[in-house]
T-cell receptor, first 114, second 112 residues
Framework: AQKVTQAQTEISVVEKEDVTLDCVYE???????LFWYKQPPSGELVFLIR??????QNEISGRYSWNFQKSTSSFNFTITASQVVDSAVYFC???????????FGQGTTLQVKP | DTAVSQTPKYLVTQMGNDKSIKCEQN?????MYWYKQDSKKFLKIMFS???????INETVPNRFSPKSPDKAHLNLHINSLELGDSAVYFC???????????FGPGTRLTVT
């Protein structure tokens, strides 16, 4: 079965701390896509990154970085020097290759305190 | 310009009523989706249409009926609303072969 697990339900950090959000997935597809979305308190879903299964290079975008490890079926997300505006629910998702539907993890609520 | 829009943003209604949520995308995408986010924030696919054709119907009660009049629109009609239908409903669209989905702002449905 296809599944995404975000074991951390809630994380609380103080501003400027680094924080890593874990994501573990299961899939029977050999080709697949992984995503991270951010849902701030205002409620919209904001796309952060897409990674395909053939590209295991880590990616950095400003304070955000992603570590994709196929060997452990993990796609972890690190925020460096966190800020209060990073407070949100973060979702990891897996795309089912035949239909394109997204299978979401349970979400991790990140609270960054000033 | 809003890429994926939904109306209404908020919908409060009583049990047993029938209601519709509308979704429109101006991105020229072929595929559109409906997702439901429950009170625990869990997001789950409900339906997907590709070029007006239903391709995913994910064990949703038949009180829910999606309708796609053209590839830019995907509406969701819900009959005989129940308390458990209270949730945030998100519409999304994606271009061919991309797998990246662009989400609308969501519609918060409250059934009393």
């Amino acid at each position: 079965a296809q599944k995404v697990t975000q074991a951390q339900t809630e994380i609380s950090v103080v501003e400027k701390e680094d924080v890593t959000l874990d994501c573990v997935y299961e899939t029977r597809d050999t080709t697949y896509y992984l995503f991270w979305y951010k849902q701030p308190p205002s409620g919209e879903l904001v796309f952060l990154i897409r990674r395909n299964s053939f590209d295991e290079q880590n990616e950095i975008s400003g304070r955000y970085s992603w570590n994709f490890q196929k060997s452990t079926s993990s796609f972890n997300f690190t925020i460096t020097a966190s800020q209060v505006v990073d407070s949100a629910v973060y979702f990891c998702a897996l795309s089912e290759i035949n239909t394109g539907k997204l299978i979401f993890g349970q979400g991790t609520t990140l609270q960054v305190k000033p | 310009d809003t890429a994926v829009s939904q109306t209404p943003k908020y919908l409060v209604t009583q049990m047993g009523n029938d209601k519709s949520i509308k979704c429109e995308q101006n991105l020229g995408h072929d595929t559109m989706y409906w997702y439901k986010q429950d009170s625990k924030k869990f997001l789950k696919i409900m339906f997907s249409y590709n070029n007006k054709e239903l391709i995913i119907n994910e064990t949703v009660p038949n009180r829910f009926s999606p309708k796609s009049p053209d590839k830019a629109h995907l509406n969701l009609h819900i009959n005989s609303l129940e308390l458990g239908d209270s949730a945030v409903y998100f519409c999304a669209s994606s271009p061919p072969g991309s797998y990246e989905q662009y989400f609308g702002p969501g519609t918060r449905l409250t059934v009393t």
